[in-house]
């Protein structure tokens, strides 16, 4: 069985290789899998960091396919040929990447706009109103005619098993099949999929949900994201369910909906918090920071209105308020980049968390120490894998969240087995990491007693709770979640 098996690269890629037979295989995303940019008059590829690329990237050279994505780094266009394709990875080319290119129009109206104006506060459900506005709607179903139109023109006359990565691209699958019914198509939804009376607030609720339709196999992460998504059909749409096997049928079609949780690559991170390296950034960091002899806290979120970043510092502010004896001797570091810069409501949330901080700072802090440290500059692999050994605990306090990474990567980071992480209820993580520190992050007190409760925790009870969790973070890693994703969509497809 699959399952039993101890998931890595080398098994993905072999399980594609044996599988997959004549059958091209495509993965659609957003975001490209290698950027080219302009550096000092050359021509530089990078890779962004990720899981995603990290996952598919075995299934992509065993299946020497085609993942089609936005060109968005500023050589891309002058690397492809007259197809707008180009063989990666660079160094010695397995696959291809198709590159969709998109004018600034349509990346203000799919992406800034409808993906993340709308679609992402409506699936989180953190008080954040979605913006429902017709034009991008209508430049979001234009983007996703698009890339089908560039998956179609990829896959000819061939058979194909194609993976859509995510809420850019609710509409994709479906205008796949209308074209070619003989697809086999798989969609990801990254975030979390929300209760139907949310989800029936976005006037074209329906439209999307049939566009979901168009997958034979719909993953979340959680079977509570499944059930959501499930009910949001049953009630909106009509269409046959079977609970039984998880799969929805409407109008002839079936789609399997599962759930899929991601995680990270466990072994490569742990390796790379082991390297000398990284004990050589802790020992600077330490004195940078000067975070001998005290209990070092870290936060290391993108900066999203998600991620309940205020609502940590709150938490921090009432610890501190309440053990006057730990003053002077916690450090919080709030290291994360700021993101999605041009939407209003993410400025705002920089400007809160500014704020927070300083009036913490203000508040508590002495020449000599600062409660609070900001790192919003692009960490290395290195200075991030020292920030999470240093760490008595990390907090990942999301107000709501798919599976979250970050919680994932604290605890692959631990080799040497100590370390508390407090974690949201509210995220995917959760469900697999009961042996967290688990929290309400709106829930201020509390929040702040389990500060307090990580501070203290004996050095025995640290160590069991994080055993148990490396465990099933090293057993449940990324190519666990590609391996599963695809080995279903194949055999979903017959070959
Ligand atoms: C979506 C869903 C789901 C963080 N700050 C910086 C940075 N990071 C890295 C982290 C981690 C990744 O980015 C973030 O992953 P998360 O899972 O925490 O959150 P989202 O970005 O919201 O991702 C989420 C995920 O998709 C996968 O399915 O888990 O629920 O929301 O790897 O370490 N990376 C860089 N600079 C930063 O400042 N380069």
Redesign the pocket.
Known sequence: MMSELQWNKDTLYKLVKSKLGESLFIVVSNREPYVHTMSDGKIKCTRP????TEALDPVMRASGGIWVAQGTGDADKKVVDEHNRIAVPPEKPEYTLRRVWLTEEEVDGFYLGFANQALWPLCHVTFTPPEFREDWWHIYKKVNQIFADAVIDEIGDRSAVVLVQDYHFALLSGYLKERNPALTVGQFW??PWPAYEIFRTCPWHEEILAGMLGNDLMGF?TRSFCNNFIDSVERSLEAMTDRESSALVRRGNKTIVEPFP?S?DFDGLSGQAGTEAVEKEMASLSKEFNLEGKYLGVG???M?Y?KGIPERLMALDKFLEDNPEYRGKVVFIQ???PSRGQIDTYQEIGQRIDDLMNGINEKYGTDAWQPVVPMTR??SHNT?GALRRLARFCVVSSLH??????AK?FVAARVDGDGVLILSSF??AAVEMQEALLINPYAISEFAEKIKEAVEMPEAERRRRMKNMREIVSDNNIYRWGGSMVSRLISIAGV
């Open positions: 960091v990720g899981g995603l990254h975030i992460h991601i990270v290391m979120d993108r999203d998600t290291a994360g980049m692009q960490l991030l969240d798919g599976m979250n990474l970050v990567e995220t995917g």
